[in-house]
């Protein structure tokens, strides 16, 4: 069974930083992708960043590419999101996410979810 907890996430004004962090239990956190989604208020789960299995490749979606900064520490089993510049849109419930695949980008291609940490950016 694979166990992701997430961490980090809180109140900022816009412009700040945050730096978000999933723990994950799993016996070969290495043989999975991982990935970042968020979901605000009444809208769908939506794609934000994934890293490969050795953290040489990484996607992102439009609206957070040179804004965001997804890494991950095989030693240490975690995957992080490095957001700065945030923006009030930002505002939304951040879930990672390990997938068998590689570097995927859509919600149905994961396979294991974190309960969610709740990110609210002030204007």
């Known amino acids: 069974q694979v166990q992701l907890v997430e961490s980090g996430g809180g109140w900022v004004q816009a412009g700040g930083s945050l730096r978000l962090s999933c723990a994950v239990s799993a016996r070969t956190f290495s043989n999975y992708a991982m990935g970042w989604f968020r979901q605000a208020p009444g809208k769908e789960r939506e794609f934000v960043a994934a890293?490969?299995?050795?953290?040489?490749?990484?996607r992102y979606a439009d609206s957070v590419n040179g804004r965001f900064t997804i890494s991950r520490d095989n030693a240490k089993k975690t995957v992080y999101l490095q957001m700065n510049s945030l923006r009030p849109e930002d505002t939304a419930v951040y879930h990672c996410?390990?997938?068998?695949?590689?570097?995927?980008?859509?919600?149905?291609?994961?396979?294991?979810w974190g309960q969610g940490t709740q990110v609210t950016v002030s204007s």
């Open positions: 890293i490969s299995r050795s953290g040489g490749s990484t």
């Open positions: 996410a390990a997938s068998q695949l590689p570097v995927p980008t859509m919600v149905r291609m994961y396979d294991y």
